[in-house]
């Protein structure tokens, strides 16, 4: 009798084990399937601190400065006498001018004043007429001075400075106008410039920049060597052809090398500190308003369980891959959903699959 009972006792010991061990595995494919019915999210710690930026273009290295110099009158070029990369001194010979044409209406005009000085030595002449003369001659005087400026001294053009020959554009046999450019000229202590393009978009995102830093790698001795430097942008124009802005900068001294045609340019802005750094991906844009959403943790039917808030913040400040904000309840260390593999409402309970 007695080991019949103990039989007895043993099978409901070993029954119950078996109940217990089934609703352990119910329970658990239950949580299993629940997860996997549960909204798939990966979530990022804020904190706060500033907004970064940076963008890589390519620059080109030019010389600043360039004077370009024109024909003063109505010019007949009868000789060039420099060819472009030539290197001239103040004072240069770099073309000559046919003066025949100037030279006969100066001798015009001159003929007409001495008419004029032999009128007023005349015997007899009255200090009235004598007045009109020296006013003509005056006259006179300042054309005959007018006609000689527009040509160069005996014919000959030359350099205003010391520099470098960029550009000819005039030809022997050549008849030019008032105005019309002859050759380019490189002062020999120019600066050398850096140009690049940004957009308008390009553009606002680093308006609160002041320095930028350039970089080049050149040749020296058969190797490769980097030299970085920081300047200050110079000017910014709006090309209208281009709808493009071309900003510039000019280059530090000790850059002024030949081989150096081209740098990359490095543009980086940071702002001043923020409550909030969010990534751009956590945020929902929705109705001109903006939305993370937050991730904490409840006890659920299954135990602790992970929930999503939506939250609406305010953007104080934002570029492609950040969004510097403020909100109410948001702290740093807070997690944020920043991908999820189905549409959320606030209050869900989600699965995080990653952090």
Known sequence: MEKKKERKRIWVVKAAVVLLVVLALCTAAARTVWNMLLPRVETTTVYGGVLQDQAQLEGTVRYGGQQTVRADGDWEITEILVEEGQTVEEGTPLLRVDTTRLELSVRELELQRETLGHERNRAGITWSRIEEIDTERAILEDQIGALRAQYPADGVLTAPFAGTVQQVQADAGMRAAAGTELLTLQPADSPRIVEWEMSEEA????????????YFIADAAGERTYQSAQVTVDSQVYEED????RLSATLPEEWNRSEISKV??????ESIRYPLIIPAECVTE???QYYV????????AFGDES?????????LEKNSRQVAAEASGITEGQQLVRYADKPLGDQETVSVVME
């Open 307 to 315: 929930v999503v808030r939506e939250v609406q913040i305010s953007v």
């Open 286 to 288: 929705r109705d001109g």
């Open 242 to 245: 281009t709808r493009q802005w």
């Open 293 to 300: 959403y937050t991730v904490d943790t409840r006890e659920g």
């Open 203 to 214: 553009l606002q995102r680093f308006a609160g920049m002041e320095t930028i830093q350039l």
């Open 264 to 269: 990359q340019v490095l543009l980086n802005y």
